[in-house]
């Protein structure tokens, strides 16, 4: 006999139960090839995705969640989610920004970081925005690059170009460019240094503003998941032995999600501490703790923490 229940709705959680009728899957658009692909495929599979993804593969669909993904060029799919052929994606802020397509940040996911920056010539003394007055920009970030001229009231021209932005100062096309800097190799080698950050940027997930319901809970499932997997990096387990008058001290130090877990340890006067440490403030705490009597410290990695 069929699951009453799961005849309603999509068994999200029973993923045993596919044999029930499905509601349309979410589309998710990553992209194809690049330097997204490889981490935003990693964090799927993290949250519990399971998928093939086949080179040379246009489209795959998970087997244990309702979720397609869509193997798109990156700087396609703000316009793939506005013509709703995808639901959602994963593209950098960069690209999200400039597209200034129909979409909704949903979640900031900590990958591909990286920085949008104005480079002029070696030789120049850039003193700031006013440098770029009347001078011609090289970018493939127009609209991102207007926005910050307008933003100081400087008038430059923006001339698009889609790729190999660095060469443009050295043929002549342009005084200056806007582009993304990782170790600044290519600027050097182009004759040219960075001048300003205008953006920095990391992976986010966007998605359609108008997405029906049904969909909107798949997201929100998704979500939950991508952000266990995200506190999860952020946060170690740790254990400890401690003498029984440092614990006060101690759990003030990692007060962990509600306080640490305390158990007796065979030697007497003494305790056994578990808590969670943020991985930000890891070394400060644990020269804290080291002070405060801690001994045999062990650190171990979470794979996901739900609040
Ligand atoms: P194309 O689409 O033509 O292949 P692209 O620059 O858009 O080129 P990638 O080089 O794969 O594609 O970059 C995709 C995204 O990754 C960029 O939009 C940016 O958000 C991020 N990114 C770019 N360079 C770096 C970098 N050096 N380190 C980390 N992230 C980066
Ligand atoms: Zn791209």
Request: net charge neutral.
């Amino acid at each position: 006999m069929l699951d009453q229940q799961a005849f309603f709705y999509y068994p999200l959680l029973h993923p045993t139960k596919m044999l029930t009728p499905m509601k349309s899957p979410l589309r998710i658009a990553v992209q194809k090839s690049g330097r997204l692909q490889e981490e935003s495929l990693k964090l799927l599979k993290e949250s519990g995705l399971h998928f093939n993804n086949g080179k040379d593969q246009l489209k795959t669909q998970a087997d244990n969640f309702p979720v397609e993904l869509l193997f798109l060029r990156d700087d396609d799919i703000p316009q793939y989610i506005e013509d709703r052929v995808a639901d959602a994606g994963i593209v950098g802020e960069n690209v999200f920004r400039e597209k200034q397509k129909n979409n909704k940040l949903i979640q900031r996911l900590g990958f591909a970081k990286c920085r949008l920056s104005i480079a002029v010539p070696r030789t120049e003394n850039y003193s700031g925005a006013q440098w770029l007055q009347n001078k011609n920009i090289a970018t493939s970030y127009p609209n991102i690059v207007q926005q910050f001229l307008n933003d100081r009231g400087v008038k430059a021209g923006i001339h698009e170009i889609s790729g190999s932005v660095e060469i443009a100062p050295g043929i002549g096309l342009a005084d200056a460019i806007c582009d993304i800097v990782s170790s600044g190799s290519t600027l050097m080698s182009n004759g040219l240094k960075e001048a300003e950050t205008i953006m920095e940027s990391e992976a986010v997930l966007v998605a359609t503003p108008e997405l029906e319901s049904s969909k909107k809970e798949i997201l929100d499932e998704l979500l939950f998941r991508v952000q266990a997997v995200q506190s999860a990096k952020n946060n170690k387990y740790i254990l400890m032995n401690c003498p029984n008058e440092a614990i006060a001290k101690i759990t003030a130090v990692i007060p962990g999600m509600k306080s640490p877990t305390i158990m007796a340890l065979g030697r007497p006067g003494w305790s056994s501490l578990h808590s969670v440490v943020d991985e930000n403030d890891f070394w400060k705490k644990i020269n804290q703790l080291k002070s405060l009597g801690a001994e045999g410290i062990l650190v171990i990695p979470i794979e996901k923490m739900i609040a």
